[in-house]
Protein backbone atom coordinates (compact mmCIF):
# COMPACT_ATOMS: atom_id res chain seq x y z
CA UNK A 1 0.00 0.00 0.00
CA UNK A 2 2.89 2.23 0.72
CA UNK A 3 4.85 1.36 -2.17
CA UNK A 4 1.48 2.14 -4.04
CA UNK A 5 1.33 5.77 -2.59
CA UNK A 6 4.59 6.91 -3.63
CA UNK A 7 4.30 5.84 -6.88
CA UNK A 8 0.77 7.78 -7.25
CA UNK A 9 2.85 10.78 -5.34
CA UNK A 10 5.82 10.35 -8.13
CA UNK A 11 3.04 10.57 -11.56
CA UNK A 12 1.60 13.72 -10.04
CA UNK A 13 4.82 14.99 -9.47
CA UNK A 14 5.87 14.19 -13.11
CA UNK A 15 2.38 15.20 -14.68
CA UNK A 16 2.36 18.73 -12.56
CA UNK A 17 5.67 19.09 -14.04
CA UNK A 18 4.83 18.85 -17.74
CA UNK A 19 2.19 20.51 -17.46
CA UNK A 20 3.79 23.23 -16.07
CA UNK A 21 6.89 23.78 -18.92
CA UNK A 22 6.32 25.42 -21.62
CA UNK A 23 8.74 26.30 -24.97
CA UNK A 24 10.73 29.50 -25.28
CA UNK A 25 9.12 30.07 -29.29
CA UNK A 26 10.10 33.97 -29.21
CA UNK A 27 12.14 34.95 -31.96
CA UNK A 28 15.72 35.85 -31.03
CA UNK A 29 16.82 39.72 -31.62
CA UNK A 30 18.04 40.39 -35.50
CA UNK A 31 17.43 44.24 -35.07
CA UNK A 32 20.64 46.39 -36.07
CA UNK A 33 22.14 49.39 -34.32
CA UNK A 34 25.42 50.75 -36.28
CA UNK A 35 27.25 53.83 -36.20
CA UNK A 36 30.83 55.52 -34.91
CA UNK A 37 32.05 58.08 -32.32
CA UNK A 38 34.30 60.62 -34.34
CA UNK A 39 36.14 63.66 -32.83
CA UNK A 40 33.91 66.61 -33.01
CA UNK A 41 37.07 68.73 -34.19
CA UNK A 42 38.81 66.73 -36.82
CA UNK A 43 35.70 64.50 -37.98
CA UNK A 44 37.96 61.28 -37.93
CA UNK A 45 36.43 58.22 -35.86
CA UNK A 46 38.25 57.50 -32.83
CA UNK A 47 40.48 55.17 -32.35
CA UNK A 48 40.56 52.51 -29.68
CA UNK A 49 41.20 49.20 -28.49
CA UNK A 50 39.10 46.12 -28.56
CA UNK A 51 37.73 45.07 -25.31
CA UNK A 52 37.17 46.51 -21.45
CA UNK A 53 39.61 49.48 -22.28
CA UNK A 54 38.31 50.73 -25.23
CA UNK A 55 34.87 52.48 -26.17
CA UNK A 56 31.58 50.65 -25.59
CA UNK A 57 28.22 51.44 -26.48
CA UNK A 58 25.16 51.93 -23.50
CA UNK A 59 22.28 50.96 -24.28
CA UNK A 60 19.22 51.55 -22.23
CA UNK A 61 15.62 49.93 -23.13
CA UNK A 62 12.98 52.47 -21.83
CA UNK A 63 9.81 50.82 -23.59
CA UNK A 64 9.23 49.43 -20.34
CA UNK A 65 10.80 50.99 -17.57
CA UNK A 66 12.11 54.63 -16.66
CA UNK A 67 14.78 52.97 -14.78
CA UNK A 68 16.05 50.29 -16.91
CA UNK A 69 19.34 48.02 -16.27
CA UNK A 70 21.99 49.29 -18.89
CA UNK A 71 23.29 46.80 -21.56
CA UNK A 72 26.57 47.26 -23.51
CA UNK A 73 28.21 46.30 -26.57
CA UNK A 74 31.95 46.93 -27.73
CA UNK A 75 33.22 49.33 -30.24
CA UNK A 76 35.79 47.88 -33.25
CA UNK A 77 38.97 49.83 -33.02
CA UNK A 78 38.68 52.11 -35.85
CA UNK A 79 35.92 53.88 -34.10
CA UNK A 80 32.47 51.69 -35.54
CA UNK A 81 30.18 49.85 -33.70
CA UNK A 82 27.81 47.57 -35.03
CA UNK A 83 25.55 44.62 -32.89
CA UNK A 84 22.87 42.69 -34.74
CA UNK A 85 21.63 41.06 -32.63
CA UNK A 86 19.25 43.85 -30.74
CA UNK A 87 15.44 43.71 -29.79
CA UNK A 88 12.99 46.01 -31.16
CA UNK A 89 12.15 48.77 -29.01
CA UNK A 90 12.62 52.29 -27.35
CA UNK A 91 16.52 52.96 -26.28
CA UNK A 92 18.28 55.81 -24.94
CA UNK A 93 22.20 55.19 -26.93
CA UNK A 94 25.45 56.79 -25.52
CA UNK A 95 28.70 56.10 -26.07
CA UNK A 96 31.83 55.68 -23.08
CA UNK A 97 35.28 55.82 -23.87
CA UNK A 98 38.63 58.08 -23.23
CA UNK A 99 36.61 60.78 -24.36
CA UNK A 100 34.12 63.86 -23.22
CA UNK A 101 31.19 63.46 -24.26
CA UNK A 102 29.46 66.53 -26.09
CA UNK A 103 26.67 68.38 -23.94
CA UNK A 104 24.85 71.70 -24.13
CA UNK A 105 24.78 73.39 -21.10
CA UNK A 106 22.90 77.31 -19.68
CA UNK A 107 23.97 80.18 -18.31
CA UNK A 108 24.12 78.47 -14.85
CA UNK A 109 25.80 75.40 -16.53
CA UNK A 110 22.74 73.48 -15.96
CA UNK A 111 22.99 70.49 -18.79
CA UNK A 112 20.07 71.02 -21.30
CA UNK A 113 20.93 68.89 -23.82
CA UNK A 114 23.61 65.64 -23.80
CA UNK A 115 24.85 63.36 -26.02
CA UNK A 116 22.84 60.58 -25.65
CA UNK A 117 20.09 59.53 -28.53
CA UNK A 118 16.51 58.22 -27.97
CA UNK A 119 15.55 55.91 -30.51
CA UNK A 120 12.67 53.66 -31.60
CA UNK A 121 14.53 50.56 -32.88
CA UNK A 122 12.25 48.76 -35.44
CA UNK A 123 14.98 47.32 -38.03
CA UNK A 124 17.82 49.52 -38.23
CA UNK A 125 19.48 52.85 -36.63
CA UNK A 126 22.33 54.33 -37.54
CA UNK A 127 24.00 56.25 -34.95
CA UNK A 128 26.84 59.40 -35.22
CA UNK A 129 28.24 60.38 -31.48
CA UNK A 130 30.64 63.84 -31.88
CA UNK A 131 33.12 63.64 -28.77
CA UNK A 132 36.19 65.08 -27.63
CA UNK A 133 39.05 62.71 -26.68
CA UNK A 134 41.53 62.96 -23.51
CA UNK A 135 43.95 63.05 -26.11
CA UNK A 136 44.93 63.18 -29.74
CA UNK A 137 47.83 61.51 -31.07
CA UNK A 138 49.24 62.51 -34.30
CA UNK A 139 52.20 60.86 -36.54
CA UNK A 140 54.36 62.96 -37.78
CA UNK A 141 55.31 61.19 -40.89
CA UNK A 142 55.74 57.33 -41.45
CA UNK A 143 57.64 54.52 -39.21
CA UNK A 144 61.43 54.41 -40.36
CA UNK A 145 63.38 51.10 -41.11
CA UNK A 146 66.26 51.26 -39.36
CA UNK A 147 69.88 49.58 -40.57
CA UNK A 148 69.71 47.31 -37.71
CA UNK A 149 66.21 46.17 -38.23
CA UNK A 150 64.45 48.64 -35.78
CA UNK A 151 61.92 50.73 -36.11
CA UNK A 152 61.64 54.57 -35.11
CA UNK A 153 58.40 56.78 -35.43
CA UNK A 154 57.55 59.91 -34.64
CA UNK A 155 54.42 61.31 -33.06
CA UNK A 156 52.78 64.27 -31.64
CA UNK A 157 50.52 64.40 -28.65
CA UNK A 158 48.21 67.34 -27.92
CA UNK A 159 45.01 67.43 -25.63
CA UNK A 160 41.39 67.17 -27.16
CA UNK A 161 39.80 68.66 -24.62
CA UNK A 162 39.41 72.10 -22.60
CA UNK A 163 37.20 70.43 -19.52
CA UNK A 164 38.72 71.07 -16.63
CA UNK A 165 37.92 67.30 -15.09
CA UNK A 166 40.45 65.89 -17.83
CA UNK A 167 43.70 68.30 -17.96
CA UNK A 168 45.69 65.63 -16.02
CA UNK A 169 49.05 64.74 -16.98
CA UNK A 170 49.94 62.07 -19.23
CA UNK A 171 51.19 58.67 -17.81
CA UNK A 172 51.65 56.83 -20.59
CA UNK A 173 53.11 56.87 -23.96
CA UNK A 174 53.72 53.45 -25.86
CA UNK A 175 54.27 52.11 -28.93
CA UNK A 176 52.54 48.76 -29.51
CA UNK A 177 54.33 46.36 -32.35
CA UNK A 178 51.57 43.71 -33.62
CA UNK A 179 51.64 41.26 -36.14
CA UNK A 180 47.74 42.15 -36.79
CA UNK A 181 46.56 45.44 -37.82
CA UNK A 182 43.20 44.80 -35.65
CA UNK A 183 43.29 44.44 -32.20
CA UNK A 184 46.60 46.16 -32.20
CA UNK A 185 46.70 48.35 -28.55
CA UNK A 186 47.53 47.65 -24.78
CA UNK A 187 45.39 44.28 -24.76
CA UNK A 188 47.35 43.13 -27.68
CA UNK A 189 50.74 43.50 -28.66
CA UNK A 190 54.16 42.01 -29.01
CA UNK A 191 56.14 42.77 -25.83
CA UNK A 192 59.43 42.04 -27.03
CA UNK A 193 59.50 44.86 -29.69
CA UNK A 194 57.10 47.17 -27.34
CA UNK A 195 58.82 50.38 -25.54
CA UNK A 196 56.11 51.27 -22.73
CA UNK A 197 56.85 54.08 -21.52
CA UNK A 198 56.34 56.21 -18.19
CA UNK A 199 56.33 60.20 -18.11
CA UNK A 200 57.05 62.27 -15.51
CA UNK A 201 54.83 65.37 -14.94
CA UNK A 202 57.52 67.56 -16.10
CA UNK A 203 58.07 65.65 -19.22
CA UNK A 204 54.34 65.64 -19.73
CA UNK A 205 54.36 69.17 -19.61
CA UNK A 206 56.79 69.73 -22.01
CA UNK A 207 54.65 67.30 -24.25
CA UNK A 208 51.43 69.18 -24.75
CA UNK A 209 52.96 72.60 -23.70
CA UNK A 210 55.44 72.61 -26.23
CA UNK A 211 54.14 70.36 -28.53
CA UNK A 212 57.06 68.47 -28.76
CA UNK A 213 57.47 65.75 -31.26
CA UNK A 214 58.24 62.27 -29.68
CA UNK A 215 60.87 59.69 -31.11
CA UNK A 216 60.51 56.45 -30.58
CA UNK A 217 62.41 53.13 -31.40
CA UNK A 218 61.18 49.78 -31.40
CA UNK A 219 62.88 47.74 -28.24
CA UNK A 220 64.31 43.78 -28.39
CA UNK A 221 66.96 44.04 -31.78
CA UNK A 222 65.80 43.62 -35.63
CA UNK A 223 62.04 43.56 -36.23
CA UNK A 224 61.06 39.66 -37.61
CA UNK A 225 60.44 39.76 -41.44
CA UNK A 226 56.92 39.82 -41.45
CA UNK A 227 53.79 41.90 -41.66
CA UNK A 228 54.12 44.59 -38.34
CA UNK A 229 51.88 47.10 -37.43
CA UNK A 230 52.43 49.99 -34.99
CA UNK A 231 50.39 52.09 -32.99
CA UNK A 232 50.88 54.94 -30.39
CA UNK A 233 48.73 54.56 -27.75
CA UNK A 234 48.62 57.35 -24.77
CA UNK A 235 46.38 57.84 -21.58
CA UNK A 236 45.93 60.64 -19.12
CA UNK A 237 46.11 60.14 -14.85
CA UNK A 238 42.42 60.15 -14.97
CA UNK A 239 42.08 57.21 -12.67
CA UNK A 240 40.88 55.35 -16.20
CA UNK A 241 42.85 52.83 -17.95
CA UNK A 242 41.73 53.87 -21.04
CA UNK A 243 44.00 55.26 -24.30
CA UNK A 244 43.88 57.26 -27.18
CA UNK A 245 45.26 56.21 -30.08
CA UNK A 246 46.63 56.74 -33.55
CA UNK A 247 45.72 54.65 -36.45
CA UNK A 248 47.89 51.58 -37.02
CA UNK A 249 50.73 51.84 -39.46
CA UNK A 250 52.54 49.33 -41.47
CA UNK A 251 55.93 49.40 -42.89
CA UNK A 252 57.43 47.61 -46.15
CA UNK A 253 61.12 45.99 -45.57
CA UNK A 254 63.51 47.37 -47.95
Known sequence: M????YYTALCLVIVTGNSCSKIDNYPAPSDTITGSTIDEVTGATLQTEIGSGGTRVKLLETSYS??????????????????????AATYKVS???????????DTTGTV????????????????????????????????????????????????????????QDI?????YVSNTQINDGNNNYDQRFSPLIKITSLKSDTILNMHQVLTITTT????????????????????LDQYNYTTPMSIKYP
Open 2 to 5: KRLF
Open 66 to 87: ANPTPEYFQSMQNGTFNDDKIF
Open 95 to 105: VEGPFVPIVTT
Open 112 to 167: TADSSQNIKLTSKATLTFKVQPFLRISWIGKPVFNADSTVTVQVQITRGTKDPNYQ
Open 171 to 175: TDVNL
Open 220 to 239: GGALPAQDVYFRVGARINAG
